[in-house]
């Protein structure tokens, strides 16, 4: 089944890993997360992260100590870090 691309809505999508910048919870700090799971569009050259990547990065770094987490990380190492709580309980959206 091929994909379409989430802004141009053209079929030319590739899988791809690349790296990301996100800032933490607290705000004290931007990271790396290199080798993340993404979409490159090679029709409109957009590289985008899915939504279900998007909310699992975002659910895992408010879920464990984020001082564990270095400037650079690759996407695999940042979810091997134990959660401290066994899910989300702000996120009402499931």
């Given at each position: 089944?091929?994909?379409?691309?989430?802004?141009?809505?053209?079929?030319?999508?590739?899988?791809?890993?690349?790296?990301?910048?996100?800032?933490?919870?607290?705000?004290?700090?931007?990271?790396?997360?290199?080798?993340?799971?993404?979409?490159?569009?090679?029709?409109?050259?957009?590289?985008?992260?899915?939504e279900v990547i998007v909310k699992e990065?975002?659910?895992?770094?408010?879920?464990?100590?984020?001082?564990?987490?270095?400037?650079?990380?690759?996407?695999?190492?940042?979810?091997k870090i134990p959660r401290l709580l066994?899910?989300?309980?702000?996120?009402?959206?499931?």
């Amino acid at each position: 089944m091929k994909m379409e691309c989430e802004w141009c809505a053209r079929p030319n999508v590739d899988r791809i890993v690349d790296s990301v910048y996100w800032e933490l919870p607290d705000g004290t700090r931007a990271i790396e997360i290199s080798e993340t799971p993404t979409y490159f569009c090679r029709d409109c050259s957009m590289t985008y992260q899915s939504e279900v990547i998007v909310k699992e990065i975002e659910n895992h770094l408010f879920l464990i100590d984020c001082k564990q987490v270095s400037k650079v990380i690759t996407f695999e190492d940042l979810m091997k870090i134990p959660r401290l709580l066994k899910r989300n309980y702000f996120d009402f959206s499931s």
